[in-house]
């Protein structure tokens, strides 16, 4: 996909849209040159610091699945996806309808392409909805009329915060935001958060990626560490096994390595 003329309508191709950019990461197609030169450049500043962003997004995506399942097979029926991103392979609904059928989903983003995208393919689903809004205001998400069709917050929902934190760049707003979500939840809720993590090699590849980010959609690209990301969770019980890299989370043979790069994940039980 490239060129401006085969941009939907409100699709800006000069600008490298983090949404577009995750979906190359993950081998999707719907990006433009201008998304895969910025992504690949993250990719090489990846490989720098020691780990591939590429592997890092699919463990994420892994993380997110089991995670979604974990909590349909728990009880929980209500999903709302901040930041959603760009469908792909085993999104939320898909995952949690087909451990819950009578589960609902809503999905908000403000990428119009992500809107566009999910629209489309949402469209038949009467179990799915897709909302143009932003993270950063939390208010204009929870009364969205969208969010209010489908959503009951008198009840469990699980609210999914995954890899999007890391485009608030200030701590205290970030955690403002988990939090104006978690007071409107009902006991029996849950937090699901993903962050980027440096690990302990910190360096001049991670100063790279951040300037590819200030270029992007976002204009900023934040990374936390252990208790920066634990502190978005602040509030909640964390379910088994904690706060720890996505890839070994509930996953038995794969050991949690705080030392490399990666994406750290838990969920979070609201009391």
Known sequence: MSGPEQAPAGVDTTVPSVARMYDYYLSGKDNYQVDRDAAERVIAASRESGTDIRVAA???RGFLG?????????????????????PTQENVHQVALRHAP?????YVD?????????????????????????LRDPASILEHPGVAARIDFTEPVAVVFCAVLQFVPDDAEA????GAFRERCAA???????????????????DEIGDVYTTT?????????????????AGTELLEPGLVPVQSWRQDD???????PSYLGGVGRVG
């Not at 955690?175 to 988990?178: G, S």
Request: proline share 6%.
């Open 58 to 60: 699919r463990d994420n």
């Open 66 to 86: 089991r995670a979604v399942r974990a909590l349909a097979e728990a009880g929980v029926r209500q999903f709302l996806d901040i930041g959603a991103g760009l």
């Open 102 to 106: 009578d589960s609902r989903v809503v």
């Open 110 to 134: 403000n990428d119009p392409m992500v809107l566009v995208h999910a629209r489309a393919l949402l469209a038949d689903n009467p179990a799915t909805a897709v909302v143009d809004g932003d």
């Open 175 to 178: 955690a403002a935001i988990v």
């Open 188 to 206: 029996g809720s849950h937090l699901v958060v993903s962050h980027p993590f440096p690990g302990e090699r910190p360096g001049e590849a991670f």
């Open 217 to 233: 959609s976002s204009r900023s690209f934040t990374l936390r560490g252990r208790a920066a990301v634990g502190r978005l969770l």
């Open 254 to 260: 794969v050991l949690p390595d705080f030392t490399v």
